[in-house]
């Protein structure tokens, strides 16, 4: 008995997510992005991340017929970005703030951490598109990550207690 809609994006609202702007070019040279908590590391080797776009998307055309797409990790003072390039029937790259980063890609200069990928797969994800890319460029910084956790934009607070994944 599939669970209800609702239910489900509450307990999803439990799970701290990253918030990232994933930036692609089409052949025109036109820029596209989107704001998505959907990031993830994949694979360690080789190095895979994937991200999901939905397919109703006005993005997801571009993104699945790029070959390279560009995330940016933002910083936890980046909020407004991230509601920027949420929004829909507007010019997300009119502010004028992002510049050209790895790959040749559009990026936000001031972003925590930016992963460039080639576009490695892209699977069916029910009503997403799973894009899968292979990190051929990145760079990290030092700033906290903002983090999006009970449908609101909150910032990491570290405990004493250490925990490593690798
Ligand atoms: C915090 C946050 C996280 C989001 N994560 C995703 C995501 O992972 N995948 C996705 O397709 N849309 C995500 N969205 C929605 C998109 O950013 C965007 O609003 C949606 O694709 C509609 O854009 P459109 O006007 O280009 O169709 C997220 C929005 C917010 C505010």
Redesign the pocket.
Known sequence: MPVAQAAFTQAMSRVP?P?TVATTTDRDGRHWG??????TSLSLDPQLVL????K?????AAFTAADRFLVNILADDQSEV??R?????IDRFAAGDLVTCELGLPGLESATARLACTTHRILDGGD?SILVGRVEQLYTGSRPPLV?SDRR?TRPVPLDQPARAR
């Open positions: 997510a918030v989107f704001t998505a908590s959907s990031f991200i999901c776009l939905d109703a998307a006005s993005t997801h991230a509601v390039f949420a929004t829909s029937n997403h999006y934009f």
